[in-house]
Every structure is written in structure tokens, then in C-alpha cells.
């Protein structure tokens, strides 16, 4: 569900894969990975042909130009990533991972509230 939201569901994904299910964070990263691929690939093929809501404008609806531009930052944060997961040990991942996701509930929360 938080991946067909768009509210970051492979991080969503693999924290439950992890502390609920108990898996190893070495196999919960590409499944969670896999998930939102197959995610992605089904909403683009839905939306491919679709043309823009606005009539007057002949456009499709998905900007291919903006997309490469957010696909480049992606293929290098993946790779460093990858590269970085291989000197971290996966409890040092982990509790950096959870830090993190606090930060970003503790935000949140503060936006909700004004």
C-alpha cells in the first residue's frame, strides 16, 4: 500500500521485512528493491499512453525529460549504495536506517501539527 501511495515504500517495506518478519537486512534490501520496481513498471506501463488532463495542451502525461533528470541522481545514489553497503556491517546500517526514519516521523509529525 505505501508503495502504490508513492510514501517511500521500499523503506516502508524493507523495516518490516526486517523487525516484523525477522529477516536479514542483506535480503530484505533487494526484495523491498524488487518490490518497488514491479510497482514502478506496472504504474508507468498504466500511464504510458495517457495524454495530459488539459485538452488544449497535445502533451503526454508523463514528462520524460523531467524523468531523466531525477533517473540520474538514482543510478548514483544506487551505486553508492551498493558500494557502501558492502564496508558497513548490517547492525551499523540498521541503526542509522532507524535514526533516520525517526527524523523523518519527528518531522512529520511537526508538520502535521501546524
Not at 13 to 19: A, D, I, K
Not at 65 to 86: A, D, E, K, Q, W
Not at 99 to 105: E, K
Amino acid at each position: 500500500m505505501a508503495i502504490a501511495a508513492g510514501l517511500g515504500g521500499g523503506t516502508v517495506v524493507m523495516m518490516v521485512m526486517v523487525l516484523l518478519f525477522g529477516m536479514d537486512y542483506q535480503m530484505a534490501v533487494p526484495i523491498s528493491n524488487f518490490c518497488v520496481f514491479c510497482s514502478t513498471t506496472t504504474k508507468s506501463l498504466k500511464e504510458i499512453w495517457e495524454r495530459h488532463p488539459d485538452k488544449t495542451q497535445n502533451k503526454p502525461l508523463i514528462d520524460w525529460n523531467l524523468s531523466i533528470l531525477f533517473i540520474i541522481p538514482v543510478v548514483f545514489g544506487t551505486t553508492l549504495g551498493v558500494y557502501v553497503s558492502m564496508l558497513v556491517s548490517t547492525n551499523t546500517m540498521m541503526a542509522v536506517g532507524s535514526v533516520f526514519m525517526f527524523i523523518l516521523g519527528v518531522d512529520a509529525a511537526r508538520k502535521c501539527k501546524s
